[in-house]
């Protein structure tokens, strides 16, 4: 039985004023992580600004405009100028990522640095991990050597802390690896991307990090995306093996996984909006369809209600603007 006319939801909705006051969900720069590319030169993005990579000098000048804008964390990904079989530039001491840390820790004492731990940015085949003997060319991914990859995995981990990260966060989906991290590493907090999905939406990042598999594609690593209940023994593995936080990828396709994961786990929890779904808005805005700024507010407004108390997003430096 409706109780209308005595109740009027319209009523706290009347001025921008009301509105929030009334208002369940709030973005805060605080929970939001900038994305950046280090690479042996810089190369803007001219459609999709935050795609852009940073020699390790532009890298540092750009985290300073951001630190100024009031973003207190950053996510580092890196594009070696050479890769090989056995990915040598992800775990070297002197690699893309850990030259870029030793340049930005000492200038950045506060801000938080994390890193992206996995191996497909620094092989040559592209795959997250090393392969088996003779399997290259087959076709779905499940060539690569689990349990051999777990040891090259932590020693990326381990050279990243020792250069300044604060943060290491696996995302090459290996079974075993954030307990392998979490052995070498007892006191570095691990962001562990549990629940992450083989998606078209990484498409752009591949691209930007020249990180497409050379054959075959991730589904023999990464999740089905018909998942959920997987994803939560996925969660349940990492809580297990030491995670810290755990993290759903891609974000806006899977609110139902972060709301599911959200209600199960009571540790802190992070989304990821990819590549994909950043595209998509700066093609529709770019296409007179849509505007970015509202549309990139109510995704990660989104997000956020479903459940992430962390944000990982390409939008984190206009937000900074626009908050
Ligand atoms: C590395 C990695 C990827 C992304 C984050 N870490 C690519 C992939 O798994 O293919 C994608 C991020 C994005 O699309 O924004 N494994």
New binding site residues.
Partial sequence: MSTFPVTRLRRLRRTGALRAFARETHLDLDQFVM?LFAGPDTKANAELPALGRFSVDDLVRETESLVAAGVTAVILFGIPPEKDEVASGAYDDDGIVQQALRALRPRFPELVLMT?V?L?EYTSHGH?GVLKEGAAGSLHGDEVDNDETLDLLARTAVSHVEAGADVVAP??MMDGRVGAIRDALPHTPIVAYSAKYASA??G???EAAE?APAFGD?RGY?MDPANVREALRECEQDVAEGADVLMVKPALPYLDVIRAVRERFDVPLAA?N???EYAMVKAAARGGWMDERAAALESLTAIRRAGADIVISYWTKELASWL
């Fill in positions: 994305p992206d996995c497909c997250c995302s090459d939406f990484y752009p990042f591949r990180s991730r990464q990821y990819v590549s994909g």
